[in-house]
């Protein structure tokens, strides 16, 4: 069985700083080109950045680039986003999500306040 | 920078019915890279249909896609009042892979 596992997930004051993380499990995680979405309280899904397998592309939402950095360790089946730079806006709950998108883990929250 | 443009934003329906959902696009885009999510509260998003018109695993027959160009639609054939969740398209064939704003379905 597939599982994505997010962590790192806090309380952090604006300008702050953040690490999360998710683990995966039942999958070749090297195979596999990942992503996070972030959901904020009440709205709606938005993509956030997409690595692939062998990190040679990156991609990043308009919304974060310069700020969110993504990256992973294939050894240790893991996935990360270095969250800088925090604003109240990026409050939310943070997906990983596989390639297409078939497989999510439950999310992590980020909460950004003073 | 595609837009993608989900309606009706809000639909309360009775069990048995069909729903037709449509997801509009402000720029032609393939139709492999087009998918639906179902999304319950408290719960992460669910895959429903990919390229379009392919079912997810395990996603009941009740559920197809159909469209092409920048006019997509979700149909959900014999609601059941565990359809109730809010429906996402999306685009991932280039990024950003931008999501639709969601519609609402609510079975009573």
């Known amino acids: 069985e597939v599982q994505l596992v997010e962590s790192g997930g806090a309380l952090v004051q604006p300008g702050g700083s953040l690490r999360l993380s998710c683990a995966a499990s039942?999958?070749?995680?090297?195979?596999?080109?990942m992503n996070w979405v972030r959901q904020g309280p009440g709205k709606g899904l938005e993509w956030l950045s997409y690595i692939s397998s062998s990190t040679n592309v990156i991609y990043y939402a308009d919304s974060v680039k310069g700020r969110f950095i993504i990256s992973r360790d294939n050894a240790k089946n893991s996935l990360y986003l270095q969250l800088n730079s925090l604003r109240a806006e990026d409050t939310a709950v943070y997906y990983c999500a596989t390639n297409r998108f078939d497989y999510w883990g439950q999310g992590t929250l980020v909460t950004v306040s003073s | 920078e595609l837009v993608l443009t989900q309606s009706p934003g809000t639909l309360s329906l009775s069990p048995g019915e069909r729903v037709t959902l449509s997801c509009r696009a402000s720029q032609t885009f393939s139709s492999r890279y087009l998918a639906w999510y179902q999304q319950k509260p408290g719960q992460p998003p669910r895959l429903l249909m990919y390229s379009t018109s392919n079912r997810a695993t395990g996603v009941p027959d009740r559920f197809s896609g159909s469209g092409s160009g920048t006019d997509f639609t979700l149909t959900i054939n014999r609601l059941e009042p565990e359809d109730s969740a809010v429906y996402y398209c999306?685009?991932?064939?280039?990024?950003?892979?931008?999501f639709g704003p969601g519609t609402k379905v609510d079975i009573k």
């Open positions: 039942g999958l070749t995680f090297s195979n596999y080109d």
């Open positions: 999306q685009q991932y064939g280039y990024s950003p892979f931008i």
